[in-house]
């Protein structure tokens, strides 16, 4: 590994600073009747943002803004699309890109169901991959549409896969039209191979069922692995699939507001764009305009390979500590994404502990995970490590002393 020109080690005191990750409230709204032992440093390792300072080409770049002081209406830069088709070329060897087929989102959700609504009516049935992301799961429920699983398996290497003949026959049972998929995948961590996006696009043909992928992960991949787009599995892909990116979870900005659609068939974009403008509120935010054109250039680039190799470092430390000292919990470890989902069926059979139970000896220490339940991961905990190695350390000497090996 090369000397980090960025800082990924510093700990920064979020206390008192807008950060969900520490408060405690959120955690009780789970219902775990759930208490942190006085005293006890609180470790956030539960809701998907890090703990990293932003790139300081995004601190440069909204500053910058900040010091003209008149924030009225304002156009859409070319900057902006621009930043995005170079991004795109560059990160995910997107051909083809242009202004036209990019559309401002609010976020990937809101643009989840904008082409939902233009592809289904409500009440019909989506399908979705489970272990699921509980932002599917609530946004789908709460505009009317039933989830259908499919679940992913873990193949003899330990892999999560897709089961083809098991989505097959729930297109085919559920006269199923449209299907959300993550990819990279969270909480499992897949970063999907080509081969296994063309079966799984070959089988949406078939079946006329349009995908919404939504790739907000797709810039935190492992070294050694690529992230391949949806749309470039096949021309059908290209022409029926609306893609959702942005820098947020990136480049921490999720508080910033703002993601993209790429949509390359014009008669789906013209409708998924006239969808996203009924409410009137999906509209860009001048700061958040330029932290993308920040973000998006080479010195974005070169903190986010950085960012990859200190969370790459993170996840050998985390899976080696789990084998080596936590018998009974399997994980598989992540291609992408910063987020482990822990199997911990083995060890709460053997030691007669609820996965509640063992998710509130945590907490207790002060290590605020996350229950993989909502998640449909029935004995799960999902752990976010994008946080300096120090807190990682600390985090599983505290879950080895005090709650697996107690």
């Known amino acids: 590994m090369h000397k980090m020109r960025y800082d990924f080690t510093s700990i920064i005191d979020r206390q008192g600073m807008d950060a969900t990750a520490l408060e405690l409230d959120a955690i009780k709204g789970w219902g775990l009747g759930q208490e942190v032992k006085p005293g006890a440093e609180l470790i956030p390792m539960w809701v998907a943002d890090m703990n990293f300072a932003a790139c300081p080409a995004i601190v440069n770049a909204m500053s910058r803004r900040v010091q003209h002081p008149l924030y009225g209406y304002f156009p859409i830069r070319g900057e902006y699309y621009d930043a995005i088709i170079g991004w795109q070329t560059a990160r995910n060897r997107v051909t083809g890109l242009a202004k036209e087929c990019i559309g401002y989102e609010n976020g990937v959700l809101g643009g989840v169901i904008s082409a939902l609504n233009v592809l289904c009516s409500k009440g019909d049935k989506v399908l979705v991959h489970s272990p699921t992301y509980i932002g599917f799961t609530s ?9 259908v699983h499919s679940p992913l398996y873990r193949d003899g290497q330990g892999v999560w896969r897709m089961d083809l003949a098991d989505m097959e026959q729930k297109i085919i049972a559920n006269r199923i039209h449209a299907m959300v998929f993550c990819s990279p995948h969270n909480p499992c961590g897949r970063v999907w191979e080509r081969g296994e996006l063309e079966e799984m696009v070959r089988l949406c043909e078939k079946y006329d069922v349009k995908i919404v992928s939504d790739e907000i992960w797709s810039d935190i991949i492992r070294p050694g692995f690529r992230h391949i787009p949806t749309q470039m599995a096949s021309e059908w892909a290209r022409q029926n699939t609306v893609a959702l990116y942005a820098p947020s979870k990136t480049f921490n900005l999720a508080g910033l507001i703002g993601a993209y659609h790429i949509i390359y068939n014009p008669t789906l974009r013209d409708r998924v764009e006239k969808e996203s403008s009924l409410c009137h ?3 860009i935010n001048v700061l958040s305009m330029h932290a993308l054109i920040g973000a998006y250039g080479p010195e974005g680039a070169e903190w986010c390979d950085e960012l990859c190799q200190t969370i790459a470092a993170n996840v050998d430390h985390a899976c080696g500590f789990i084998a080596g ?14 987020m482990l ?16 139970e063992l998710l509130k000896a945590g907490i207790w220490q002060g290590v605020l995970w996350q229950p993989g339940t909502m998640f449909h991961g029935p004995c799960h905990i999902r752990m976010n490590l994008a946080l300096p190695l120090s807190r990682v350390r600390e985090a599983f000497d505290r879950l080895d002393k005090f709650v697996f090996n107690a």
């Open 139 to 147: 946004s789908l429920s709460n505009n009317g549409y039933r989830i």
């Open 281 to 283: 509120y999906n509209d």
């Open 325 to 338: 000292r936590f018998e009974g919990v399997s994980v598989f470890k992540p291609q992408g994404t910063y």
């Open 341 to 356: 989902f822990l199997d911990c069926t083995e060890w709460c059979k053997k030691h007669k502990m609820s996965i509640e």
